[in-house]
């Protein structure tokens, strides 16, 4: 009966650091949203604008996003899930901050230009620390 109630806890209690995880976003597909590109592409790939702006007939949108990472990496989740067994779930403890601050995939600010036609001209990706990470021209 020990046995059992202890592995419902471990069960039930093991969820934060995977389920953070499971919930990163895919990374962002450059190379659908690079220039030149329809704006629909772009929008598919880096989500809604959070400015949009139109000055001398150059239409520019203004992208806040989290850059993923590739599905293969989510494989940690078995390190996770095992460590979290032997520790007795202490290891939350370890993992989750790690996941939630260190691995989140990091935030990424975007400016993408547009010609008259809506395909984008130009592009630039910038970290949330403001460091130019890409640039499309």
């Avoid at 704006?39 to 203004?62: F, W, Y």
């Avoid at 601050?101 to 910038?126: H, P, Q, W």
């Amino acid at each position: 009966m020990k046995t059992i109630i202890m592995v419902i806890m471990i069960v039930a209690m093991s969820g934060c650091s995977v389920m953070t995880l499971i919930d990163n976003p895919a990374p962002v597909n450059y190379e659908i949203a690079k220039p030149p590109a329809p704006r629909s592409s772009v929008v598919s790939q880096l989500g809604s604008p959070m400015l949009s702006e139109n000055k001398n007939g150059i239409a520019t949108d203004h992208f806040t996003f989290i850059d993923g990472h590739p599905t293969g990496t989510k494989a940690r989740g078995i390190v996770y899930v095992g460590s979290c067994v032997v520790t007795l779930c202490l290891s939350e403890l370890l993992w989750w901050p790690v996941e939630k601050y260190a691995l989140d995939g990091g935030g990424r600010t975007a400016i993408v230009t547009y010609n008259e036609d809506g395909i984008s001209t130009s592009m630039k990706v910038f970290n949330k620390e403001g460091v130019l990470l890409h640039a499309f021209d």
